[in-house]
């Protein structure tokens, strides 16, 4: 595929309606593979009913390109946890302890990854008899103020067709940055963040912790297509969500096949434990959108359980997607002609001359040409852009690919020229310029302060403040409150004793 130089200005904002749901499809017909649960609006946030209940295993994203601040290595981040409220305490969102969340490298285009990062936590807590994630301000990663931390193992696997050729750990006892609770328990979370990078042997990086879902679209996209006519679009559905973000940056000699062959394939997955104490794999995702919008219910479960070398079982899902049928039937765009080997091509294989590996097989994999040099100015829409450092050729943190998927879904490689999206241009919050260039997680203090309080008041004044009637400003008032609220305790009390009273006596367990 010649990339296209375009602007991309001037989008009709209908594309937005099927940005969502066709960047879904056109990523989705890359997913046709065997994409697990796995990347959020990207690629899967929710996506399929049994991942949906699981929060804590489910890939929201996966993103891979070569680091613009170190151009001699990779970075890959995945995500886990959709749809994080930052606010979702006293627990707030540890990575699970029966999982091994995986990254996946297939280096020679075979289907089958040859390394894997395993990623493994372990939850610590200080004090177990208060409620408290934290029982103080929190000025560092150890700090004993922060009651309830985890902490990461890495093992790198290789592997020579799913046969285990070594197994090494590269990383013991790695400190997670937690969740960012509010600027009271954690007034200087950048602090936090910086603490949670760390550096492995080799001149590897890796950071695990909260971050801003980097994933930015509107999702009205299932409201029957931004609402049938284009009146649900232009809103950042995942802005104010965080999610939890592995971040590993790697030498990009130690992951490619060899300096001549430097396009290397990548996905993530997430195997639990089960009662038996065996894992089995519930979550999957290589390029987004996938499970999401291109696979129907009935494959959605069996693709987040499979592997890349097994997609073409979901082969027709890419060929002959719904997605542009359903534009067609709202819409009344014409949908392209099937089969659509066009979307094989850019999404299962790779776009030929730029991240198509030889002797390619078919996959849902995240295909990355290590050798493509970074941009100062890097193009939202990538490749068709002309911006040959972004997606599909990877996929950076600014890479907007529900417009760039949805327009190749709509034909845009097959003549059928269009400037389709969402009308969601950008993240909500600027990324970082350095690993691990996620963007900081938004707080749990954050929305407006109780009347009468100020930034500068402490917490015991604004507890105060929060309790008087609006414009009361006596201490009689306060009493008031203090005495109604002890008479309801005491009368839920007697209430309590009543019933404990009345079930004892008819003799019924519950």
């Given at each position: 595929m010649t990339p296209i130089s375009r602007s991309g200005a001037g989008r009709k904002h209908l594309a937005t309606l099927v940005c969502g749901a066709l960047a879904a499809g056109g990523l989705a017909a890359a997913g046709v593979t065997a994409?697990?649960?796995?990347?959020?609006?990207?690629?899967?946030?929710?996506?399929?009913?049994?991942?949906?209940?699981?929060?804590?295993?489910?890939?929201?994203?996966?993103?891979?390109?070569?680091?613009?601040d170190k151009p001699d290595t990779t970075t890959i981040v995945a995500n886990w946890i959709p749809f994080e409220e930052p606010a979702g305490g006293p627990n707030f969102f540890p990575f699970a302890e029966d999982a091994q969340y995986d990254i996946h490298i297939d280096n020679n285009g075979d289907a089958q990854g040859e390394l894997l990062y395993r990623f493994t936590?372990?939850?610590?807590?200080?004090?177990?008899?208060?409620?408290?994630?934290?029982?103080?301000?929190?000025?560092?990663?150890?700090?004993?103020?922060?009651?309830?931390?985890?902490?990461?193992?890495?093992?790198?696997?290789?592997?020579?067709?799913?046969?285990?050729?070594?197994?090494?750990?590269?990383?013991?006892?790695?400190?997670v940055a937690p969740s960012n609770v509010g600027k009271a328990s954690m007034p200087d979370y950048a602090k936090l963040r910086d603490q949670a990078v760390h550096e492995l042997p080799g001149g590897s990086t890796t950071f695990a912790g909260q971050a801003d879902d980097p994933f930015f679209l509107d999702l009205r996209v299932f409201d029957l297509l931004y609402g049938g006519n284009l009146t649900e679009v232009g809103n950042d559905t995942l802005k104010g969500y965080n999610v939890n973000s592995i971040a590993l940056q790697v030498p990009t000699h130690m992951i490619t096949e060899s300096a001549e062959q430097p396009i290397v394939g990548i996905w993530s997955t997430t195997q639990r434990k089960n009662a038996q104490g065996y894992y089995s794999q519930v979550s999957r995702l290589g390029m987004p959108l996938v499970n999401e919008v291109v696979n129907p219910i009935k494959d959605k479960d069996k693709f987040n359980a499979s592997a890349p070398w097994d997609d073409a079982q979901f082969l027709k899902n890419v060929t002959n997607p719904e997605l542009p049928k359903l534009i067609e039937a709202i819409y009344k765009i014409d949908a392209p002609d099937e089969p659509r080997n066009d979307l094989v091509d850019v999404f299962l294989k790779g776009v030929k001359g730029l991240n198509q590996p030889p002797h390619v097989v078919a996959a849902e994999e995240l295909r990355l040409n290590t050798s493509i040099k970074p941009v100062s100015d890097p193009k939202r829409l990538g490749v068709l852009d002309g911006d040959n450092a972004g997606f599909p050729n990877g996929r950076r943190l600014t890479d907007d690919v529900i417009d760039a998927s949805l327009q190749v879904v709509e034909g845009e490689l097959l003549g059928a020229k269009n400037d389709l999206g969402d009308a969601v241009d950008k993240n909500d919050k600027d990324f970082e310029k350095a690993f691990p260039y996620v963007a900081l997680p938004t707080e749990g203090s954050r929305g407006p302060l109780a009347k009468g309080t100020t930034?500068?008041?402490?917490?015991?004044?604004?507890?105060?403040?929060?309790?008087?009637?609006?414009?009361?400003?006596?201490?009689?008032?306060?009493?008031?409150?203090?005495?109604?609220?002890?008479?309801?305790?005491?009368?839920?009390?007697?209430?309590?004793?009543?019933?404990?009273?009345?079930?004892?006596?008819?003799?019924?367990?519950?």
């Open positions: 994409l697990e649960p796995g990347a959020a609006a990207a690629s899967s946030h929710r996506e399929a009913p049994l991942i949906s209940g699981q929060p804590q295993y489910d890939n929201t994203d996966v993103y891979a390109f070569v680091s613009p936590f372990k939850t610590h807590v200080k004090n177990e008899k208060t409620f408290l994630y934290n029982t103080g301000p929190v000025e560092s990663l150890d700090d004993p103020d922060l009651n309830i931390t985890q902490t990461y193992d890495i093992d790198l696997v290789k592997l020579k067709d799913q046969h285990l050729v070594s197994k090494t750990k590269v990383a013991d006892d790695v400190p930034d500068g008041n402490d917490v015991r004044s604004q507890i105060g403040d929060a309790l008087q009637p609006a414009g009361a400003g006596g201490s009689d008032d306060t009493t008031l409150i203090a005495a109604s609220a002890g008479a309801g305790a005491a009368g839920i009390l007697l209430i309590g004793s009543a019933l404990m009273w009345w079930r004892r006596m008819r003799g019924r367990a519950y």
